[in-house]
């Protein structure tokens, strides 16, 4: 089942925070994070596997609620270089393979 | 950190012709590698998985005589698109997995594009 993803889309301007979400209706094994820039091909920013369970730094970071149904990730003071489309994957059904959200589109302007 | 080599990355070629994918994972051994295919815009749509040794595992939709795949062995995998038409032109992009939840890491892709 793909997880669903929102916002679909999101511009900013520099300095700005955001944040992504990924949710599913049934809990999920465990989540991973990704970023494509245009053209190019993912690149993993984080995974998350235990409920209740916060990673990363102070400027990109993610939780993962108690349930695991839902997953969040947080762009703090957000740079240029944030730019590119955000997806979220989680195993299917526990096998390796991933089902991606839909991906979130996320602009920083000047 | 882990590297993915995928080439070739952009391939032009006229209807009816076979295109060759490689994908090799540069400095670990891969237990499982997967072939992803992208349309403009939208989300990556796993195709097949891939495991060194075994057939490859295809998604539902996907047709396995169309889409080859060959692991040959823990570093290499292949996709070979069959008498490609307009309509397979894509991003196709590779992926290698070393251990259960751990990160996936992806190629470069192939942009490939049928005339």
């Known amino acids: 089942q793909q997880p669903v993803q929102s916002p679909q889309a999101v511009i900013l301007r520099e300095g700005e925070d955001a944040v992504i979400n990924c949710s599913s209706s049934k809990a999920l094994y465990s989540v991973h994070w990704y970023r494509q820039k245009h053209g190019e091909a993912p690149v993993f920013l984080m995974i998350?596997?235990?409920?209740?369970e916060q990673k990363g730094h102070e400027k990109i970071s993610a939780s993962f609620n108690e349930k695991k149904q839902q997953s969040s990730l947080y762009l703090t003071a957000s740079q240029l270089s944030y730019s590119g489309t955000y997806f979220c994957g989680t195993p299917d059904q526990g096998a390796q393979k991933l089902v991606f959200g839909q991906g979130t589109r996320l602009t920083i302007n000047p | 950190g882990a590297v993915v080599s995928q080439h070739p990355s952009r391939v032009i070629c006229k209807s009816g012709t076979s295109v060759k994918i490689e994908c090799r994972s540069l400095?670990?051994?891969?237990?499982?590698m997967f072939w992803y295919r992208q349309f403009p815009k939208q989300s990556l749509m796993l195709m097949a998985t891939s495991n060194e040794g075994s057939k490859a595992t295809y998604e539902q939709g996907v047709e396995k005589d169309k889409f080859l795949i060959n692991h040959a062995s823990l570093t290499l995998s292949t996709l070979t698109v069959t008498s490609a038409h307009p309509e397979d032109s894509s991003f196709y992009i590779c992926s290698a997995l070393k251990y259960s939840n751990q990160p996936q890491h992806f190629g470069d892709g192939t942009r490939l594009s049928i005339l």
């Open positions: 998350l596997l235990k409920g209740g």
């Open positions: 400095d670990f051994q891969a237990t499982t």
